[in-house]
């Protein structure tokens, strides 16, 4: 456990790196091809991510032979670079949508959700050992789903 930490270390700050990355790409493809566009982007990249975490899951737990640092690294990466662009970019969206006291609404509804997601994985995660049920269930499925309506809603 303690040799390994140079490879956790590098998985925790590449989700940093993707996040920095994708503020600067996504802010810049939004405004050269659309927020509808970048969002759908950052959907795919997501979902790409999460599959990436279940394949290194998946060859921890059945083929435990595997190196997965690099997989855990490019998919920390591709979850920060759609994760926090995909917020910043619905602000936008937002703040162009809606007039102003529905505005702050929804920021506040949106940062709920946020946290209710979040605390709501960490209490599964915590108390249920199934992880790959978890992943697919609560990350991968919904993702899918999401982007595949996003895609019909921006054709």
């Not at 995909?86 to 505005?103: A, F, K, N």
Request: net charge neutral; proline share 1%.
């Amino acid at each position: 456990y303690c040799e390994q930490q140079y490879k956790r270390s590098i998985i925790q700050s590449s989700l940093s790196i993707g996040s920095l990355l994708g503020l600067i790409i996504m802010n810049i493809v939004s405004d050269l091809k659309g927020r509808k566009t970048a969002l759908l982007i950052d959907l795919c990249l997501g979902v790409t991510s999460s599959l990436c975490k279940y394949m290194s899951y998946a060859s921890n737990v059945y083929w435990r032979h595997y190196e997965t640092t690099p997989l855990l690294v490019f998919a920390s990466i591709m979850s920060g670079f759609s994760g926090y662009s995909m917020i910043i970019i619905s602000y936008i969206m937002l703040g162009d949508i809606c007039e102003e006291s529905l505005r702050q609404k929804s920021s506040v509804y949106i940062n709920m959700f946020i946290s209710l997601g979040t605390s709501s994985f960490f209490v599964l995660n915590k108390w249920c050992n199934q992880w790959d049920v978890i992943l697919i269930f609560f990350m991968i499925l919904p993702l899918i789903a999401i982007t595949a309506i996003s895609y019909f809603i921006v054709e």
